[in-house]
């Protein structure tokens, strides 16, 4: 199993950046795929990014394509979600989870870190 803990998330002002870092304990971090999903108030949790055990293969939401870059470090035990360019519609709570491939949907990921919140003012 595997603990996940996300942080780095916090207030900008839109058109601004953040850097998520997701660490996880326990058995290494390579033997998983990846993600970062996000929930607004009153929404759905939504996929966000995913990335394969090894980083060869990464894919990512519509609404972040080009803004957002999910990777990793396993030497560390860390996944990362950079997020440039945020818009208001990027707030919400951003969850880190595990599991065994590349999945969107959320039923795929066994293990969750608490999630952090990101809030992009305009």
């Known amino acids: 199993q595997v603990q996940l803990v996300e942080s780095g998330g916090g207030l900008v002002q839109a058109g601004g950046s953040l850097r998520l870092s997701c660490a996880a304990s326990?058995?290494?971090?390579?033997?998983?795929?990846m993600a970062w999903f996000r929930q607004a108030p009153g929404k759905e949790r939504e996929f966000v990014a995913t990335?394969?055990?090894?980083?060869?293969?990464?894919s990512y939401a519509d609404s972040v394509k080009g803004r957002f870059t999910i990777s990793r470090d396993n030497a560390k035990n860390t996944v990362y979600l950079q997020m440039n360019s945020l818009k208001p519609e990027d707030t919400a709570i951003y969850y880190c989870?595990?599991?065994?491939?590349?999945?969107?949907?959320?039923?795929?990921?066994?293990?969750w870190g608490q999630g952090t919140q990101v809030t992009a003012s305009s």
């Open positions: 989870a595990a599991g065994t491939a590349p999945n969107v949907g959320v039923v795929g990921y066994l293990y």
């Open positions: 326990g058995r290494t971090l390579s033997y998983y795929a």
């Open positions: 990335i394969s055990r090894s980083g060869g293969t990464r």
